[in-house]
């Protein structure tokens, strides 16, 4: 790529998620041989184009892996009762491994109460507060997708997080939190950084690994990594231009990194990935 030096190696996240896919379509393919078949509940309230287009993206990745996919297109004035049945229903069902709501939901629904009902064991995107909990106390139960995906990334591309100072810039109960746990449980030395965090740069110049979760296009400029570092870009967003891009200027910092992911392609792929690796462990955990 143009401006970027030999040293830059590019972290592939289309590639690595296509070798989780393969790993995933195998292990699916032995359970059906045993007789076991993984179902989940992709429940979509409204129809935001972009929540269409991830919706539409996980069937497939479904389809490809072989674990069936149930559908439910409710309409947008859908009443949170409804939803809740629904969901209740889907948690009693015994057919059903994975439970997923599209987020973000209508604002007449209360988002936290719908994620508290799935049921834990369901709970396949890993948001119950319940999943949560035991990411803290180092516990089995369901991860993030976002944060999973990454650990995914770091570690196939032979980057050891072992008393790596990595600094994760965003605190969003989604990445920025379970991120830092995840990065913990791996032995990393974490700092949580977010909008009210004095002097960033220092703060961001220290990291042997940086996660951008900021939320804000084209942020993080060199000034703010350290030369070699890994910096994990997390940001989707929409250019002047209309090109997808992310928290992370990439032309400015690419030259200066030894590893680095590109947007797209790089933690996106790896969301849906994680998702159905979820919903196999869904099974791989009864």
Known sequence: MKGVKKMTQIIDGKKISAQIKEELKEKVGKLKEQGTEITLAVIQVGNDPASSVYVGNKKKACEYIGIHSFAY???????????????????????VNGILVQLPLPEHINEELIIQTIAPAKDVDGFHPQSVGALCIGQKGFVSCTPAGIIQLLKRSGISLEGKECVVVGRSNIVGKPMSLLLLR?????????????????????????????GKPLFFTE???????????????????????????????????????????????????????????SVMEE
């Open 186 to 214: 791996e032995n990393a030395t974490v700092t949580i950084c977010h909008s009210r965090t004095r002097d960033l740069k220092e703060v961001t110049k220290r990291a042997d690994i940086l996660i951008a979760a900021i």
């Open 73 to 95: 297109e409710l309409k947008e004035d859908t009443t949170e009762a409804e939803l809740l049945d629904l969901i209740k229903e889907l948690n009693e069902n015994p057919k």
């Open 223 to 281: 000034e703010y990594v350290k030369e070699g570092a890994v910096v994990i870009d997390v940001g989707i967003h929409r250019d002047e231009n209309n090109k997808l891009c992310g928290d992370v200027d990439y032309e400015k910092v690419a030259p200066i990194t030894s590893y680095i992911t590109p947007v797209p392609g790089g933690v996106g792929p790896m969301t849906i990935a994680m998702l159905m690796n979820n919903c196999v462990e």
